[in-house]
């Protein structure tokens, strides 16, 4: 199957680390990856950010990264895109119709994304899928004034959930936000993300031993350590405001003995790092899906997470890990203190958790199913395209 990939905003040959390069980068080269290696033909377009990129670059994975000369050859925040999709989407339109190569079906990532994708899907006939990765409505309830979302964005969402073919949504959390967004069910289909078990895996050299948490908690768990991974470069450290609110809150809660910062790791070494805990914390306020406890379940840690989107589905309660209530540092200091000092405990949980990693979170499943959706799509007639 000839399969698009639509991520106008993250090239998944970016490097992690790089301004805006994270988890949507990281989920379309895997996804691809795994896509590919199951026997499809598999390109990735994505907005070209400099005037050196070639128009097309093989991954080393074997599928292929296309750079589309929409908007300006420069680096542009994600959330100033918008005025470019409509370039975006001609550009693929024309290439489709008239290049060497049509696809069997085109999957957006994101929405911005999904309005290129739709716009030449129309015009040519190939089926669309969209995966939202994020939705307006929960940014703006979380962030408020602070969301610099363009205008209009949650109606555009709203309205590429009924005009695609398929939704795929990562986890149940979004299906009902979805629905209360008036996107109908039967449009959606829900497919988990996948993990890396080759990078994150429970066997493999550990550096030391160390916590991921959050720092109010620590002063209700005396004998543990916070090692704190991400952000700019360790050298950049000090110039960078998050440290330095977080080295502050550290010493007026009297715990910054105990916390470190590694600032930016190098994704091949995460693994190390999750293997080195005895407990892996994962507290987000919202998160659309949630890659870091999936990453850690496959080192074989157990996890504490926040009870919200995607953590709610991949940690189960008292199974694989701890699920908290959302900005209640007072229930991570008890989860954590239960779970350091029950050596069963954690050993269970760990087993558990592995064994669902490779159960349902591989990225080979995830391209199955995904192969699934895209085959009931590409079997169905094709609408006659329009006309440009």
Partial sequence: ????????????????????????????????????????????YTRRDSPALPEAV????????????????????KDELLPYMGEFGNWLAGTWRHGDWTPDVAHAHFWMSGLATVHAGRRTGVPTVL?????????????????????????????????????VVQCSDEVAELVRMGVPRSRMALVPSGVNEAVFRPDGPVERKGFLDVVRALPAVPDAECVVAGGPPA??????????????????????????LLGGVPREEMGAWYRSADVLVAAPWYEPFGLTPLEGMACGVPVIGTNVGGIADSVVD?????????????????????????????????????????????????????SAVYGTLTSAARPTPAVA
């Fill in 1 to 44: 199957m000839r399969i698009a990939m639509i991520s106008a905003h993250a090239d998944p040959l970016a490097a992690l680390g790089e301004e805006e390069a994270g988890g949507q980068h990281t989920h379309v080269a895997e996804l691809a990856s795994a896509l590919t290696h199951a026997g499809h033909d598999v390109r990735v």
């Fill in 131 to 167: 995966t939202y990765h994020a939705l307006g409505t929960v940014k703006r309830r979380h962030q408020g004034a602070r969301d610099t979302s363009p205008p209009g964005r949650v109606g555009y969402e709203r309205a590429l959930g009924r005009a695609v073919d398929r939704v």
């Fill in 318 to 370: 008292g199974l694989t890990g701890d699920l908290v209530p959302p900005r209640d540092p007072r229930a991570i200091g008890t989860a954590l203190r239960r779970l350091l000092g029950d050596n069963v405990r954690r050993f269970t949980y760990a087993t558990a958790a592995l064994d669902r990693i490779r159960s349902r979170y591989s990225w080979r499943r995830c391209a199955e199913q995904l």
């Fill in 235 to 260: 050298h950049l450290l000090p110039a960078d405001s998050f440290a330095r609110r977080l080295s502050a809150l550290a010493d007026s809660c009297g715990v910054a003995d105990r916390v470190r």
């Fill in 58 to 77: 093989p991954a080393p994975d074997g599928y292929q990264v296309c750079h589309v000369p929409a908007g300006p050859a420069r680096r542009v925040p």
